[in-house]
């Protein structure tokens, strides 16, 4: 079930563009913004394999939710608004 979730997660998340904004930011602002909540990501524990196929799949997959939520959070955090156009 972990599996379907994350990877409809992922194929929504490639179905929509994603602009961020934040009053009187500029570009670069956004650029730092996004390289230190992906730096901050990169500090969220790993799934551990299992030596199965489908469950190191399904675990990547929920890793790569996972980060992708927290440096979705990290920008909302710092004030930025995401702006989704599909």
């Known amino acids: 079930m972990r599996v379907a979730i994350a990877l409809t997660i992922v194929l929504l998340a490639g179905c929509t ?3 961020w904004h934040k009053d009187g930011a500029t570009q670069r602002d956004l650029d730092r913004a996004t390289a230190s909540c992906r730096t901050g990501s990169a500090f969220l524990p790993e799934p551990r394999p299992q030596g199965n ?4 799949l399904g675990a990547s997959m929920q ?3 996972t980060r992708m939520q927290f440096q979705e959070d990290c920008l909302t955090a710092n004030g930025w608004d995401k702006v989704s156009e599909r």
């Not at 196929?53 to 190191?56: A, H, L």
């Open 17 to 19: 563009t994603v602009t």
């Open 53 to 56: 196929g489908m469950s190191d």
């Open 63 to 65: 890793s790569l939710a």
